[in-house]
């Protein structure tokens, strides 16, 4: 089946550092999304990205999507204590399975003042 | 806008008894709505699609008879899970798609932590 695969699982910086994550999918997606979880909490949704090689922007946050929309990545610049927690890709497959989202392992970042 | 709720928060049960679990959108409609679960630093499993009207559907090795499903309206979906055992404490989350929207966001409840003694 659908497997996404991300890396890596811990990622732990000072804070001002750039911190990435990088997601894979073992088949073509329509849609990539990212979410964010903090501590104790449940995920947020973050960004949908749709179109092969798209880059979108959020603040300190830039997303991309590969060309052949099988892989993705969050990159932060000058991270902050506030960007703490873990970061999820989920990928929803070409084929229409009615929304149904893949989760990947998750990059649990910790950020040290 | 997009929220979505779940009841209870956290549950505590005996080994044997059944827990249900309620997830509503709040100010959407959702036709579609999903059940995942979390272990501790793990990511989320999707357990199951929940349809409006119609029968859930399961992921592989996911029993359908011991996690029922019901989504009998647009804004309700339920989780029961049956004869619960230690191995089933776990964080259970569910999602909802605006039916409304054309995008496929998921929006999150905020979990149900259940522990089973």
């Known amino acids: 089946g659908q497997q996404v695969m991300q890396i890596p699982q811990y990622q732990h910086v000072q804070e001002g550092e750039d911190f990435t994550t990088y997601c894979n999918s073992s088949?073509?997606?329509?849609?990539i999304q990212w979410y964010k979880q903090r501590p104790g909490g449940h995920p947020v949704f973050l960004i949908q990205?749709?179109?092969?090689?798209e880059v979108k922007k959020q603040k300190r946050l830039t997303f991309q999507f590969g060309e052949a929309k099988k892989n993705s990545s969050l990159h932060i610049t000058a991270t902050q204590t506030t960007d703490v927690g873990t970061y999820f890709c989920?990928?929803?497959?070409?084929?229409?399975?009615?929304?149904?989202?893949?989760f990947g392992q998750g990059t649990e970042l910790s950020v040290k003042p | 806008g997009a929220v979505v709720s779940q009841h209870p928060s956290w549950v505590i049960c005996k080994s044997g008894t059944s827990v249900k679990i309620e997830c509503r959108s709040l100010d959407f409609q959702a036709t579609t709505m999903f059940w995942y679960r979390q272990f501790p630093k793990q990511s989320l499993m999707l357990m199951a699609t929940s349809n409006e009207g119609s029968k859930a559907t399961y992921e592989q090795g996911v029993e359908k008879d011991k996690f029922l499903i019901n989504h009998a309206s647009l804004t309700l979906s339920t989780l029961t899970v049956t004869s619960a055992h230690p191995e089933d404490s776990s964080f259970y989350i569910c999602?909802?798609?605006?039916?409304?929207?054309?995008?496929?966001?998921?929006?999150f409840g905020p979990g149900t932590r259940l522990t089973v003694t």
């Open positions: 999602s909802a798609i605006n039916s409304g929207r054309a995008r496929n966001e998921q929006y």
């Open positions: 088949t073509t997606l329509s849609n």
């Open positions: 989920a990928g929803s497959s070409a084929y229409n399975q009615g929304g149904k989202l893949i």
């Open positions: 990205l749709v179109k092969s090689g």
